[in-house]
């Protein structure tokens, strides 16, 4: 569900709720999805990661990811889905590189001459 707050001339605020189901994908473009998904994405990577830096490098990228090929996007039931995806692969994928980075130095600091 978006909520979005629109103001009258005459100075009353109106709350009005626009609803849009998530299956539905009329009406929402790359825009309204990064909108309505970047901080979500965010907090569900920070828990996976422990890093909020990270995290939010990690969706940024999986968002630029998606923005390059989003028409092909728009033909899945949840393209933020795809985005989510991406981000973990993205995470899964540097934890990797950092433990085998950590291996390699701790094998080669062992190995002292002597």
């Known amino acids: 569900m978006v909520v979005r707050r629109d103001v009258m001339t005459a100075g009353v605020e109106v709350q009005r709720l626009v609803v849009r189901l998530a299956s539905d994908g009329a009406g929402l473009g790359f825009e309204e999805r990064y909108a309505a998904s970047f901080q979500g994405l965010v907090v569900q990577l920070y828990v996976y990661t422990g890093d909020l830096d990270v995290a939010h490098d990690l969706v940024q990228e999986a968002f630029c990811r998606a923005y390059a090929r989003w028409s092909r996007l728009l033909a ?3 393209p933020v889905a795809w985005v989510r995806r991406v981000a973990f692969n993205l995470a899964n994928t540097r934890w990797q590189h950092t433990c085998l980075s950590a291996s390699r130095w701790a094998s080669a ?3 002292t001459p002597g």
């Open 76 to 78: 899945y039931d949840d």
């Open 109 to 111: 600091s062992c190995d």
